[in-house]
């Protein structure tokens, strides 16, 4: 079953469609899911072992500085991996659309080949809106937004890293606010129900229960994919609306 429209759809359609999108492609991508909270719940653990308190945050930045190697080690660890697990089920989101089969070890293996493009993708991403940010809030917010399609450039049309985020840029300029505003609501149901969750984990004193931040972690890990189905499916509509796809569905009617 193909679920993109082959003309632009109504921001309530792209909510829709990635709702059905994501519980077809679920199956496919739970491995990763499961390989990402694996990650997390070790950092879980790791700060634990290194008695990083979060609810001090002048004891917790102490104790960050003075295992500050081990942290930034790890942490790039995790972030090759994670970048990986991000193109793999990119990529199987895509699949799931064409009806193409494929493995887990085939799109694990096509995410290590593009770590180091997609890493220093986000590097420039990181860079431009830390810049932007720097001039006023209002920029890094703006920069953040148009530049997030970077790394479907690169898994879907193989473009570097660079020209990626121009490429994306120049997709999401005029249509930024119709972008802002597709992550919104389902964005917004998200932030609710982490609150939520953490507001009913502090009311039973268990904030820093460890048991309470791996269900968080594996709430998060299950939210994460739907929003790169969400960007998915806003990312082939945006597509269709610069090749004059929106015009011709106008005049149509």
Do not use: C
Request: overall charge positive; charged content about 10%; cysteine-free.
């Amino acid at each position: 079953m193909r679920f993109l429209l082959p003309q632009p759809i109504t921001i309530g359609k792209i909510l829709d469609t990635s709702i059905k999108l994501y519980q077809a492609a679920l199956p496919k991508l739970i491995a990763f899911i499961l390989f990402n909270l694996v990650f997390q719940v070790g950092f879980i653990f790791l700060s634990i072992s290194l008695n990083i308190d979060s609810t001090k945050p002048a004891a917790q930045f102490a104790q960050i500085l003075a295992n500050l190697p081990l942290l930034l080690s790890v942490g790039l660890i995790y972030s090759f991996f994670y970048f990986a697990i991000l193109v793999g089920m990119i990529y199987r989101i895509d699949n799931v659309e064409n009806q193409q089969e494929d493995s887990l070890q085939e799109a694990f293996q096509f995410g290590l080949k593009k770590i180091f493009v997609v890493f220093w993708g986000y590097i420039l991403f990181v860079i431009a809106f830390v810049l932007g940010s720097l001039l006023l809030i209002i920029p890094g917010i703006i920069l953040a937004v148009s530049l997030s399609f970077f790394a479907f450039f690169i898994v879907l049309e193989s473009m570097g890293a660079y020209k990626s985020l121009r490429a994306s840029h120049s997709l999401i300029w005029g249509h930024w606010w119709r972008t802002l505003t597709v992550y919104m609501a389902p964005g917004i149901v998200m932030m609710i129900l982490l609150m939520s969750f953490g507001a009913i984990a502090s009311l039973l004193g268990s904030a820093t229960n460890p048991v309470f931040q791996i269900i968080n972690q594996g709430i998060s890990a299950l939210i994460t994919p739907y929003f790169l189905v969400l960007a998915y499916i806003q990312f082939h509509d945006l597509k269709l609306r610069k090749s004059g796809g929106d015009l011709e569905l106008r005049l149509g009617k």
